[in-house]
């Protein structure tokens, strides 16, 4: 099994910024990919970006290209996701996830872990 804790989201105006935060624990070994999606009330689950264990190459939602960065430390087994320019439309939760299916995974159903989501809040 492996644990995820997100932390990080919390209430900003638009044009602002935050980072969120993911660590994971127990079988980290087993993860090839690390991911976010995020879900606003009423939507369907939204993939955001995703990234390999290494940290090596990333792949991005259009929606998301140019103004978040996701980025991994292996030493502390963190994802982080640098949220920049915010806009009410980013409002959501935030969960990340994880998944041993290699290459690029952008469906929800195929990540095996996923963390308790934080809540991002972009006030106008």
């Known amino acids: 099994q492996v644990q995820l804790v997100e932390s990080g989201g919390g209430l900003v105006q638009a044009g602002g910024s935050l980072r969120l935060s993911c660590a994971a624990s127990?079988?980290?070994?087993?993860?090839?990919?690390m991911a976010w999606f995020r879900q606003a009330p009423g939507k369907e689950r939204e993939f955001v970006a995703m990234?390999?264990?290494?940290?090596?190459?990333?792949f991005q939602a259009d929606s998301s290209k140019g103004r978040f960065t996701i980025s991994i430390d292996n030493a502390k087994n963190t994802l982080y996701l640098q949220l920049a320019s915010l806009t009410p439309e980013d409002t959501a939760v935030y969960f990340c996830a994880a998944t041993s299916r290699q290459g690029i995974v952008t469906t929800p159903l195929h990540y095996d872990y996923w963390g308790q989501g934080t809540q991002v809040t972009v006030s106008s």
């Open positions: 990234i390999n264990w290494s940290g090596s190459w990333t």
């Open positions: 127990g079988r980290t070994w087993s993860i090839a990919n």
